[in-house]
């Protein structure tokens, strides 16, 4: 695996090494000990996939809150999204900042997003699929998140939301956001 550092400090795309030959590839796309030597929490304690059926769709920008707050690792298994994230951590030279990239089946690149960032995604194509590998489990008590079109973040989405939910709608602006 390639670890590439994204501007906002502590997250990374998570690129494959494949192995290739005339069968096809083989490529590790978690390896705990590489995590642990990259400073990235490397524990699993749920896995979620998200389908989204139309393209356009939106999702976020979703966090988990103390004392449970969760790592994330997002890989698209189909089609293709707009993956973004988005630093809420007080303190942070970076806070407020985001970083987005296309995830795709076909380039089967990830993005680490660290606790304390905010994570959302825009599906490209009708039936996008994305796995995500959660540091925590989901607790409902402890969901948030920050509006996906609020002008503090300016994030640059890029197609117009055909798809968001009432949830997401209804979520705060970055400063009215709880911790």
Same mark, same amino acid.
């Given at each position: 695996?390639? +670890?590439?550092?994204? $501007?906002?400090?502590?997250?990374?795309?998570? =690129? /494959?090494?494949? /192995?290739?030959?005339?069968?096809?590839? +083989?490529?590790?796309?978690?390896?705990?000990? =590489?995590?642990?030597? %990259?400073?990235?929490?490397? &524990?699993? !304690?749920?896995?979620?996939?998200?389908?989204?059926?139309?393209?356009?769709?939106?999702?976020?920008?979703?966090?988990?809150?103390? $004392? %449970?707050?969760? &790592?994330?690792?997002?890989?698209?298994?189909?089609? !293709?999204? @707009?993956?973004?994230?988005?630093?809420?951590? $007080?303190?942070? *030279?970076?806070?407020? #900042? @985001? +970083?987005?990239?296309? /995830?795709?089946?076909?380039?089967?690149?990830?993005?680490?997003? *660290?606790?304390?960032?905010?994570?959302?995604?825009?599906? /490209?194509?009708? !039936?996008?699929?994305?796995?995500?590998?959660?540091?925590?489990?989901?607790?409902?008590?402890?969901? #948030?998140?920050?509006? @996906?079109?609020?002008?503090?973040?300016?994030?640059? @989405?890029?197609?117009?939301?055909?798809?968001?939910?009432?949830?997401?709608? !209804?979520? *705060?602006?970055?400063?009215? &956001?709880? *911790?």
């Amino acid at each position: 695996m390639k +670890f590439v550092a994204t $501007p906002l400090a502590g997250a990374f795309v998570v =690129e /494959l090494e494949e /192995l290739a030959d005339e069968r096809g590839f +083989f490529a590790r796309s978690f390896c705990r000990e =590489e995590f642990e030597r %990259h400073g990235l929490v490397a &524990a699993v !304690a749920q896995c979620n996939v998200s389908y989204n059926a139309r393209r356009g769709t939106l999702r976020g920008l979703h966090y988990q809150g103390e $004392p %449970h707050p969760e &790592a994330k690792l997002v890989r698209c298994t189909r089609g !293709a999204v @707009w993956d973004v994230a988005v630093d809420l951590r $007080p303190g942070s *030279p970076t806070r407020y #900042r @985001w +970083f987005a990239l296309e /995830l795709t089946a076909d380039n089967r690149r990830a993005l680490y997003v *660290p606790a304390g960032f905010a994570h959302g995604f825009q599906s /490209l194509t009708d !039936a996008s699929e994305l796995l995500y590998q959660m540091s925590e489990c989901y607790r409902a008590d402890l969901a #948030r998140g920050v509006r @996906w079109d609020d002008p503090r973040l300016a994030i640059a @989405w890029p197609v117009a939301p055909a798809i968001v939910s009432e949830r997401d709608r !209804a979520l *705060p602006l970055v400063g009215d &956001a709880a *911790p």
